[in-house]
T-cell receptor, first 109, second 114 residues
Framework: GQNIDQPTEMTATEGAIVQINCTYQ??????LFWYQQHAGEAPTFLSY??LDGLEEKGRFSSFLSRSKGYSYLLLKELQMKDSASYLC??????????WGAGTKLIIKP | DGGITQSPKYLFRKEGQNVTLSCEQN?????MYWYRQDPGQGLRLIYY???????QKGDIAEGYSVSREKKESFPLTVTSAQKNPTAFYLC?????????????FGPGTRLTVL
């Protein structure tokens, strides 16, 4: 079966750095997405990785290792507004998005 | 402003009633999607449409129906055959039929069946 694993919940301190991991086992791979979702709201696109390596976009960076079936989202200089769920999703061989359950990130002052 | 709208934000229905959730986009996107989100689970695909007058079943299509008569609109009907309809429903669209297109989401409709 296809599987996306993320930690259920993480806690970090304002101003710090946090890394949210995502491991996947899917039938094929055509890219990995990260989305941010505030409670009760729509997911918003953060990043897309299809090649190995690190993609940096402001305070957020996303890393991919296809050989390890692994990605992480790195958030720097955490702000209270970063409190949200972070969703990892993989495009499988049929170009269908397989979604993880999301990681709820709690930021403390 | 371009975007995706879903209405209403909250919807209550009695068990056994059909209900239709609205999704409209003015982004000129060809592809549209319906997902269901339940606590502790990833998004699950109900139906998707890559072009007007065509749509495909997703992983959990049973008890749901859709139509795509206009490019801008992709309404979802939750029928009485859906055994557990209470959930958060998200509509999304993407620019074209390109397989790696980013999906953009509407604000969602929270359906509660009493």
């Amino acid at each position: 079966g296809q599987n996306i694993d993320q930690p259920t919940e993480m806690t970090a301190t304002e101003g710090a750095i946090v890394q949210i991991n995502c491991t996947y086992q899917t039938s094929g791979f055509n890219g990995l997405f990260w989305y941010q979702q505030h409670a009760g709201e729509a997911p918003t696109f953060l990043s897309y990785n299809v090649l190995d390596g690190l993609e940096e976009k402001g305070r957020f960076s996303s890393f991919l290792s296809r050989s390890k079936g692994y990605s992480y989202l790195l958030l720097k200089e955490l702000q209270m507004k970063d409190s949200a769920s972070y969703l990892c999703a993989v495009l499988d061989s049929n170009y269908q998005l397989i979604w993880g359950a999301g990681t709820k990130l709690i930021i403390k002052p | 402003d371009g975007g995706i709208t879903q209405s209403p934000k909250y919807l209550f229905r009695k068990e056994g009633q059909n209900v239709t959730l609205s999704c409209e986009q003015n982004l000129n996107h060809d592809a549209m999607y319906w997902y269901r989100q339940d606590p502790g689970q990833g998004l699950r695909l109900i139906y998707y449409s890559q072009i007007v007058n065509d749509f495909q079943k997703g992983d959990i299509a049973e008890g749901y129906s859709v139509s795509r008569e206009k490019k801008e609109s992709f309404p979802l009907t939750v029928t009485s055959a859906q055994k557990n309809p209470t959930a958060f429903y998200l509509c999304a669209s993407s620019i074209g039929q390109g397989a790696t297109d980013t999906q953009y989401f509407g604000p969602g409709t929270r359906l509660t069946v009493l």
